[in-house]
Structure formats: C-alpha cells, structure tokens
C-alpha cells in the first residue's frame, strides 16, 4: 500500500497542470489501475510534437484518434494523413460496448458517444477537397530536392524560373515547367545563353526524366490551380471545436514521390506562411503522420532534411507534428531526439534483433524506480501504453505505464454513404474541386513558336518573289549600260566631271583672257 501510495504521488506530481490539458488514460502500476492516478496531457506543450509507436494491434490508431479528439474539443484544428484508410469513423459518433464499460470501470470518469468536425482531403481521385500546389509556389529549391537533382542541374533550374519570373511566363503545372525545358533546350537557347549563361542539353534531358517519373506517380494531379490554402486546414467548427481534416492517401502508398512532394509543400508553405508566436498556451495545428515508417523508409534525403528542419524550426510557429509508427527505431534519431511526447504501445520479442530493438527503445524513456522499462514493453496490453510528455516548464514527467481512454468517435470506417454525405455538405469541396487551366507559360510558349513557324513560313512564301524582281531589274540595267548610247553618254558625263574638279582647283587646260576695271 505504501508503495502505491508513492506512485500515486509520482503520477500527481508529475502530470498536474495549470494550464489546459485533457486526460488521455490513468496510470498502472504492477498491471493493475491505481485510482486517481490521472495521466493528462498539457495543451502548452503539444506543439513540442510527439511520437505513437508500437506493434501492429496494439492500438496506434486508437491513440492517435483520442489525442487528436481531445485536441479537437480544445479548440485545436487537427490534420491527419489517413494511410491504411481507418480514420475517417471520427466524423461519425461511437457506441458503447461492454469493453468500454470496463475499461472506465477502471480508469474512472464517464463516457459519451461524440461526432467530430471533419474535412475530407484528397491528393489523387479519392472523394474529398484536392490538394494542389503550383510549380512556381512550390519553388525551385524544393522542386529540386524532390527530384534529387544535383547542383548543377539545380542551377538550371533555378535559372529557368528566374527567366519565367522576368518573361512573365507563369508556372502552374507539370505541363508548363516540361514545355519550358524543350524551349531552353531548342528553340530558346540562344535566347537565354545570351541573358542567363551557359545551358547544357544532357541536363535539361536528365530533368525533364525526372519530372516524367514524377508524373508517372501522380505529380500531374498534384501540380495546378487552384492552390490549397494553408489557413482552410485551421477552421474552427460552429461548435468552437477544431476542424478535423483528414488527407486520404491510402492510393498512394508505392508513390513515395507523390507523398514526398506533398509533404515538402505543405511544410514549407506552413513554415513560410504562419507567423512566429514563440510560446503559445495551445497549438495553432497538430499534423498526425499515420504509419510514418512507410515514409521514412521510402524519402529522399531531401524530405528527411526538410523534415528535420521543420521540426526544429515551426515549433515557434504554433504548429506540432506527430509520428506514427511501428518502432522508435524507424524514426531518424535527429527526428527523434526532437518529439516531447512519447506514447509507447507494445513491442514484440521474436527475434534477437527484436530484442536488440527493444533494449534500444526502452533507453530512449526516463528512469523509473517503479518500472523495468524493457521488460514492461513486452507486457502492456491492447489499448496500453508507457507516455511521457514535456511538463508547463518543458521538463520530460514521469514514465507511466498507462490504460488509455477509449476513443468517443466510431472506431471503425465511415460506409461509401456516408462518406458520400460528407463530401456533398462540404463547403470547400466548392472552392477547390473546379479544375483551372489558366493560360501559362504552355500556352504562352506554344503561341510565341506558332508566331515563329508562321512568320518563318511568310519569309520563305516572299523569298522566290523578291529573288524573281531582283533578277528582272538587274536584267534590265545590265540591257541599258551596254546600249552604244548609253556608252557615250557615259563618256561625255565623265569629261565633264573632269573639267569641272581641274577648273575648280585652277588647273584647267585653256588660259583666261584679263580683264581690268580701269
């Protein structure tokens, strides 16, 4: 008893909060719920990020789905990328079953069914809001990264968009960028080697593969207007609970080029579109990345960079991103070293490289004299997790061996009806869905060389007239001069010339008689 009173102490002391925070489980020590030992989770720190981890089955999704529903009722917009398809049961309400009266038989409190706000997005033909971005928004910088160009070709491409900037020649889709490489490439080369520099053709070859590739995993829906705008994933509902936006991406998992674009453009136009707010006392936006291994297995090092940067960069701009995943181990450690808020659901021990793993994993939680951390690892069950998060004062609190609440939303998928229903009420679904091809640098380019070819063709039409008239005047001078009197014409003309130049320079051949005025 005295030793339950001492955790009981422990938990209480460290996951007491001032400030806003909601309760995510109650803490277990030796397998059994201490009462009154509520684990919680403090609003001020979760835009410190965080990581799910854990074997398949063992309730990642569950977690992510309470986190981000408590999230939700705390006013905090929420983004969730839906990779295995079983999220969108947020939007509808949940029902009770005898498992869940058990579970908060347990932990105590009370539950009661609630449907979330949700906006259903889409990168590919998926139901939902189209996610799209132009090539000129998106930037040479990062359009480079995501096509793994090196530093030369990155230059290219750099100027190539300095001259689309100066020509007036806009960038919209994968189409634009691709006419621009074969204008560069002939038609216009001269023309920018002149202004700009050098262009090699085994370049402008190399890169425009590289944008084929991509278009191949889908780039072509990704790229256009109308470009989504950063603040529509911030909506707070009618209610005053956050949005919940959800990005179906379960066609795109063996497009690691697609889903690395996406994710390069969204987190760059958060970090270059919101403003620094330093420490704030909740989240502007909490990002949840459902089985993340998958993208951190198939990046380029230019999305792990860019990750890593944000990571450490858009903190101050109000914004948390989360991981979920199968083990810590799959996350990058500079990645890692930087989430505040751990949940670590159980790991399994088949292998000795599993249990390697899990030695690993367990040094990455603080010291408890209550816990052996890798021993326990293996122990939590279904819908149990050991949490630690960073406190008001951004100290790491207590490991905890914790049973979690259940979700109130439906923990099961939306059915094609309702689904359906969700996207018709969709007020955004009329803002982005309209597909737009303004004119760009395409049309622009394709009118400037029919211009070309027209003139050109004009030219050649003229050409045999001009040479026809040249032919007949030249027939026509040649006939004159040698004409008899045309040769004596000739002849007197140049006497005269003559005479005229000797007398004016008192040479003249004949002597003047004088005349006085006396």
């Known amino acids: 008893m005295a030793n339950q009173e001492a955790f009981l102490e422990y938990i209480k002391n460290g996951y007491t909060f001032k400030g806003e925070h909601f309760k995510l489980g109650c803490a277990m020590l030796n397998g059994e719920v201490v009462t009154g030992a509520d684990v919680t989770l403090p609003l001020k720190t979760l835009n410190r990020h965080g990581l799910i981890a854990g074997a398949t089955g063992t309730g990642k999704t569950k977690t992510l789905q309470v986190i981000a529903e408590g999230l939700s009722d705390a006013s905090v917009p929420v983004m969730l990328m839906d990779i295995k398809g079983d999220l969108s049961g947020i939007a509808a309400a949940g029902v009770s079953n005898a498992k869940i009266e058990e579970r908060y038989a347990k932990i105590g409190g009370t539950w009661s069914p609630a449907a979330y706000p949700v906006e259903l997005l889409s990168l590919s033909q998926e139901k939902g809001v189209r996610l799209r971005a132009t090539v000129t928004e998106f930037g040479p910088v990062l359009l480079s990264k995501i096509l793994e160009l090196n530093d030369t070709q990155a230059g290219l491409v750099a100027m190539i968009f300095k001259y689309c900037d100066d020509n007036k020649l806009p960038l919209l889709d994968l189409k634009d960028f691709k006419k621009v490489l074969q204008y560069v490439s002939d038609e216009g080369k001269k023309e920018l080697e002149k202004d700009y520099g050098k262009i090699s053709t085994t370049s402008t070859g190399t890169i425009l593969r590289k944008v084929i590739e991509l278009e191949q995993q889908g780039g072509a829906l990704f790229f256009g207007e109308k470009s989504f705008e950063v603040d529509d994933l911030m909506h707070i509902g009618d209610d005053g609970r956050g949005k919940i936006s959800i990005v179906r991406v379960t066609d795109i998992q063996d497009r690691p080029k697609l889903f690395s674009t996406f994710m ?39 999305l792990l960079q860019q990750i890593e940067t944000i990571i450490k960069l858009i903190r101050s701009k109000g914004v948390g991103i989360f991981f979920c995943t199968q083990n810590p181990m799959d996350v ?47 122990q939590i069950g279904i819908g149990e997790a050991l949490v630690t998060c960073l406190s008001e ?63 050109s063709k004009a ?25 008899s009197a045309a040769r004596q014409a000739g002849r007197t003309a140049a006497n005269v010339i003559t005479r005229s130049l000797l007398g004016a320079l008192g040479l003249g051949g004949r002597s003047k008689k004088k005349t006085s005025w006396f």
């Open 393 to 455: 004062k951004g100290t790491p609190t207590p490991l905890a061996a914790t049973m979690l609440v259940s979700p109130r939303s439906r923990m099961d998928i939306l059915t094609p009806e309702e689904l359906e229903q969700l996207v018709d009420d969709s007020k955004l679904i009329k803002k982005y869905n309209t597909e737009v091809d303004s004119e760009s640098a395409y049309e622009m380019l394709n009118a400037k060389l029919e211009e070309a070819a027209e003139r």
């Open 459 to 483: 030219e050649e039409d003229e050409a045999p007239a001009k040479k026809g008239r040249a032919k007949e005047e030249k027939g026509l001078f040649e006939t004159i001069m040698t004409s």
């Open 264 to 302: 390069l453009s969204l987190l760059a136009e958060l970090y270059a579109t919101l403003p620094e707010e330093g420490d704030m006392d909740k989240p502007k936006l909490v990002m949840f990345i459902d089985e993340a291994h998958l993208i951190f297995q198939e990046a380029s090092d230019a």
């Open 332 to 378: 990058p450690a500079s990645v890692l070293g930087q989430l505040g808020l751990k949940v670590q659901h159980a790991l399994r021990a088949f292998t000795a490289n599993d249990r390697k793993a899990i030695k690993q994993t367990a040094e990455n939680y603080p010291l408890s004299d209550f816990y052996k951390t890798d021993e326990l690892l293996t």
